[in-house]
Structure formats: C-alpha cells, structure tokens
C-alpha cells in the first residue's frame, strides 16, 4: 500500500511532487532495467525473449519480460543469472519471487518490470503475448563486444 505521499503516474508510485521529467526518467530506468533483465536471461540462453511495454495498458507494471528455458534447470538459472545481474548493477532484488522451487515457469516481480520464464509448453499454454496483444512489443538487441 502507498503511502498518502505518493500518487500513481502512468503505472508506477511517483512521489507527490515530482515533475513530469522524473515520470519520464522513471520510464527511461524501466526500459534499462528491462533490457538489463534481458541480457541476463540471454547470457543463459534463454529462448524467444520479448518485452512488453505494457506501461499504456496496465497499472501492474512498465514491462514484461517473457523468456523461454528448455528445462527446470534452464528456468532456475536463468533466474538465477536475472537476479545476480540487477543486484549488481541496479542494487535491486525482485520483491517476490513464485515458482523457483518448480521451475516450470518463474515470475520475478521487480515493480517496474515483471519476469517470466517459461518452459515452452507453458508458455504456449498461458500465451501472455496473445494476452498483452495491445502491449507493445519493444526490440530486445544483444549487445555484442568486438
């Protein structure tokens, strides 16, 4: 619950008097935090990753992150590597954690930016890019070292 000194802007708690260029540069640590998330789950060969923008569309979060592992295993270290990566570089942890011990499909929830990782036929079952079809789809590109 927040408290009375915050107000909710776009789908994210912004503190009561910030300007619209904090609503902005929040929006911008979203998307960073988001692409961060996943290159974390492609350094683990995580399969199909995709983000959502769903900031326009629902007050539960900026992003999703949809990720695809082959296996429990796969599942568990690509969350593993998710949240070794924005710990070290966000000094954030996820606020919860849900499904690491079955690793058949794992959400992280990290306020602003919400994971899941799926083995495949879950991902299919459950279809969360059908689902958030009027989100939109934002480019994920690894970056790659010379």
Do not use: C
Request: charged share 20%.
């Amino acid at each position: 619950m927040l408290s009375s000194s915050y107000i909710h802007s776009n789908s994210h708690p912004v503190a009561a008097n910030s300007s619209n260029a904090t609503s902005t540069s929040d929006d911008d640590s979203s998307y960073l935090l988001a692409q961060t998330i996943a290159q974390a789950a492609d350094d683990r060969k995580g399969g199909d990753i995709v983000l959502l923008k769903v900031a326009d569309v629902s007050y539960l979060a900026d992003y999703f992150v949809v990720v695809t592992g082959f296996s429990n295993v796969q599942v568990r270290a690509i969350a593993n590597s998710i949240e070794d990566r924005v710990e070290e570089e966000w000094q954030r942890r996820p606020l919860r954690t849900e499904g690491q011990m079955e690793g058949s499909w794992v959400l992280m929830d990290y306020g602003d930016v919400i994971v899941h990782i799926f083995l495949p036929k879950e991902r299919e079952f459950y279809s969360l890019e059908s689902f958030w079809g009027h989100a939109e789809q934002v480019h994920f590109s690894l970056s790659t070292s010379p």
